[in-house]
Nanobody, 124 residues
Framework: QVQLVESGGGLVQAGGSLRLSCVAS????????MGWFRQAPGKEREFVAA????????YYADSVKGRFTIPRNNARNTVYLQMNSLKPEDTAVYYC?????????????????WGQGTQVTVSS
């Protein structure tokens, strides 16, 4: 099994930045890729960004492209979500997820492991 723990959420003003962290533990060798998703109240969980564990491939949702990046530090089993130029519509609970099936997809069902989530609130 793999355990994922997110941190770094908080309250920030529009235009500001936050960096979320996701630390993986357990059978991390089984992870093919990591992703970030978010869920706002009353909405479905939506894809934000993903990166292969090797770090060679990344992709982003159109809504965050150019503002968010997904760096990783394999030595620390950690994936980050660097969020810049934040907007009120970025407000959500952010989840990191692990893919062991090599799907590398954009759907929540494509991921096998999930963290508990961290709240990000962007004020206008």
């Amino acid at each position: 099994q793999v355990q994922l723990v997110e941190s770094g959420g908080g309250l920030v003003q529009a235009g500001g930045s936050l960096r979320l962290s996701c630390v993986a533990s357990g059978r991390t060798f089984s992870i093919y890729a990591m992703g970030w998703f978010r869920q706002a109240p009353g909405k479905e969980r939506e894809f934000v960004a993903a990166i292969t564990w090797s770090g060679t491939t990344t992709y982003y949702a159109d809504s965050v492209k150019g503002r968010f990046t997904i760096p990783r530090n394999n030595a620390r089993n950690t994936v980050y979500l660097q969020m810049n130029s934040l907007k009120p519509e970025d407000t959500a609970v952010y989840y990191c997820a692990g893919d062991r099936s090599k799907t590398f997809g954009r759907k929540a069902a494509d991921y096998d492991y999930w963290g508990q989530g961290t709240q990000v609130t962007v004020s206008s």
